[in-house]
């Protein structure tokens, strides 16, 4: 098919013409502004510094519209899987805060800044682990929804010979799914970086965490422990795993989990690939479901309280 505003050929599932940005068919979900998608406008330069990350949460259909265009330098393992452990150490701070010991304050300060190192080098490989399944699990429900890793091909580069092309008809070029006309620079001049497109869809989880934290540093719903030595802490660790307060944060993130980051996944991997927003979210929805109940048993304060 054609765009009737440029002209130049199209694939018949694409939802906004690659080369002018018009619309060419658009959803009853792409009706609620979350997922509105961009469209009839010209991408000029790229969303700097932290203004993509307040992006994200906010108008997450521009943010990933403008990460798409320009994929160098994305910034996601830093702002969202370094800043996650970043977080998680605050966690053992807010711990150590409930924690009496008899030791100086010199001491304390040390013993303050070893619980912070603690959670932050455990959170470092948690994340990496949760992140990198998640977003594996998330990869094979987009397989099933919007043929994720065909479409991956397709549109960034990974195409057969021109000479091959046209060899073929142009019958067979529309089944295949492949543009006649040549793709845009923006497409094939860099890699489709997916994973770190993706980490970007879990902005939400990163404030549900910040926000664990918080609650952990303000609450006094934690009874003070006291300890005498670093053998002790496991203990204590499991202790604090049962209250109520880090059960209220645990809960945070499941929620945030199932109920936000489908939005900003489904969103992140539509503009990927120009996809049904309604057939990519429902698989995200499946996945966060699943992936909140492994959450909610591999918790880390569950983990703390088998030790």
């Not at 009853?28 to 469209?39: A, C, G, M």
């Not at 043929?147 to 580069?157: A, C, F, M, P, V």
Request: aromatic share 14%; net charge positive; with cysteine.
């Amino acid at each position: 098919m054609r765009c009737v505003k440029c002209g130049n050929e199209v694939n018949k599932e694409d939802f906004v013409c690659i080369y002018c940005n018009a619309r060419l068919r658009e959803e009853k979900i792409e009706k609620i502004p979350y997922f509105r998608r961009v469209t009839d406008e010209k991408w000029t330069s790229p969303i700097k510094g932290w203004n993509r990350f307040y992006l994200v949460l906010r108008n997450p259909s521009r943010a990933f519209w403008d990460i798409v265009h320009y994929r160098e330098n994305i910034g996601s393992w830093f702002k969202v899987y370094f800043l996650s452990a970043v977080i998680y150490g605050l966690f053992g701070l807010a711990l150590f805060v409930h924690v009496r010991t008899g030791f100086t304050i010199y001491s304390r300060i040390l013993n303050g800044l070893s619980a912070y190192m603690l959670f932050f080098l455990f959170g470092l490989v948690y994340f990496f682990l949760f992140y990198m399944i998640s977003i594996q699990l998330f990869s094979i429900g987009a397989n099933y929804s919007i043929n994720l890793k065909s479409q991956l091909k397709l549109r960034y580069g990974e195409r057969k010979s021109k000479k091959e092309d046209e060899e073929k008809t142009t019958t067979m070029l529309e089944a295949e799914g492949i543009y006649p006309t040549a793709l845009p620079s923006h497409l094939t001049a860099q890699k489709s970086k997916k994973i770190s497109i993706m980490l970007w869809g879990f902005t939400p989880f990163l404030i549900a965490l910040a926000l664990s934290a918080i609650v952990l540093i303000i609450s006094g719903g934690l009874s003070s422990q006291t300890i005498n030595s670093a053998g002790e802490l496991p203990a204590v660790l499991a202790s604090f795993a049962q209250s109520i307060v880090w059960g209220i944060t645990d809960w945070i993130q499941v929620i945030v989990l199932i109920g936000a980051v489908p939005i900003t996944m489904s969103i992140a991997l539509r503009e990927l690939v120009n996809a049904s927003t309604f057939r990519v979210y429902v698989s995200c929805l499946i996945v966060s479901l699943l992936l909140g109940l492994v959450l909610y048993f591999f918790r880390p304060s569950f983990l703390f309280n088998m030790i």
